[in-house]
Every structure is written in C-alpha cells, then in structure tokens.
C-alpha cells in the first residue's frame, strides 16, 4: 500500500526551539507539500516541492522553511517556534500532474508549543 | 486566484436521511475539483474527482457529486447518510495556471444522528 508518513503524530515544543517536522513518501512522487489546518481555516498551503531542490512558497510560509535533498523527503522546519505555530500540519504528495490525480495524505502531525 | 466556499462549518443529519454537502468555486481555468473527508485523528483520504469529464462523479462509499458550471457549484450528495459518515469533509479546486498546489475549502463537519 501507498503511504505517505510523517515521523510524529504528536509533537510538544517550547518557545523558540528550532522544530523539524519530516515527511516520506513511498511512491515516487514529483510533487509534495505541507499545509497547516485550523479549526474555520481549512488547511492553508504553508510550501510546496515539484523536484528535488526545488521549493516554492505558498499562502503561509512566514516563520518556516523547508528542505528537499532527496525524492521521497519533504522536511518542514520552524526556525524559531512560536505559539501561533501550535497546529496540526499535514504533508501530501502526488504525481505529475497533480491537479488531475489529487494528492495523498500523510496522518498528520499535531504540534503544540508551549 | 482560485478560491473555494463551503457553506455550512457544521451539518447535522439523520441517519437514513440526505447528506447535501455545498462547495462553490471560482476560478480563471477550466477548474478541476476534489472531495476530501477527514475521519478523526486521520489525514485527508480522496472521495471523488472532477476532471472535466462526466459532470456527475460517483465516489467512494455512496458519495456523488455534480459539477454545475453555472452555478459555479459542486456539492457532494449521498441519498441516505450512515453513522460511519461522520467526519469533515472539505471541497478543493486547482490551483492558479502554472501553480500545482491545490486550494481548500474550510471544511464542512457532518454529524450523523441515530
């Protein structure tokens, strides 16, 4: 079976640490992305990656960056964390073109900072 | 920019009775759509797609839904709701030409009475 994994489902970090959130995907896919969901939000894109090395922004991104040294990692890192940060983040992926095929979700990672 | 609306943060329905989920969009493209549902504690799982093709898409676990272009609509619909629908479901479109990224909803959560 398909997966998408990300290394935590419950996180605890305080004020300022510098936090890495991880996400592999199994299926060779081009594209893969991280989103934050809030309660009325929805989920709102935070980056995405079409290739290795690759990195675009999207509607969030103040306060984090990302990493994509190989294929199947996506890292989310938070360089200072911050209470506004506490919030479920969930990574997807999916093939070229994704817009067709839709996206594969990872269960998620639920952050809280303290 | 592409936008999706989802009215109704919180639908509740009897079991046996119609789930009538709403989603509007707005989009520049000729839009492709998707359903998502999120059971607790999970990530985002794909109900149904639209990609241009049949205006009616049929889904996983009974869930239907119409693309209306001139009511720039496509709400999801299953004729008798079961207890194991409970969860929340959210509407996305494609993103912007050139933007692989897809844009959701905030979420519509349906309860399921006995």
């Known amino acids: 079976d398909v997966k998408v994994t990300q290394s935590s489902r419950y996180l605890v970090k305080r004020t300022g640490e510098k936090v890495f959130l991880e996400c592999v995907q199994d299926m060779d896919h081009e594209n893969m992305f991280w989103y934050r969901q809030d309660p009325g939000l929805g989920l709102r894109l935070i980056y995405f990656s079409y290739d290795v090395k690759m990195k675009e922004k999207g509607d969030i991104p103040e306060g984090y960056s990302v990493s994509r040294e190989k294929k199947e990692r996506f890292s989310l890192i938070l360089e200072s964390a911050s209470t506004n940060q506490t919030s479920m983040y969930l990574c997807?992926?999916?093939?070229?073109?994704?817009?067709?095929?839709?996206?594969?979700f990872g269960s998620g990672t639920r952050l809280t900072v303290v | 920019a592409q936008s999706v609306t989802q009215l109704g943060s919180h639908v509740s329905v009897s079991e046996g009775a119609l789930v009538l989920l709403r989603c509007n969009y707005s989009s520049s493209v000729p839009p492709y759509l998707f359903w998502y549902v999120q059971y607790p504690n999970q990530g985002l799982q794909l109900l149904l797609k639209?990609?241009?093709?049949?205006?009616l898409v049929k889904g996983i676990n009974g869930f239907e839904a119409e693309f209306k272009k001139s009511e720039t609509s496509f709400h999801l619909t299953k004729p008798s709701a079961h207890m194991s629908d409970a969860a929340e479901y959210f509407c996305a479109v494609r993103g912007d030409t050139g933007r692989r990224a897809l844009t959701f909803g905030s979420g519509t959560r349906l309860q399921v009475q006995p």
């Open positions: 639209y990609t241009s093709a049949a205006t």
């Open positions: 997807a992926s999916s093939s070229q073109p994704g817009q067709i095929y839709g996206y594969t």
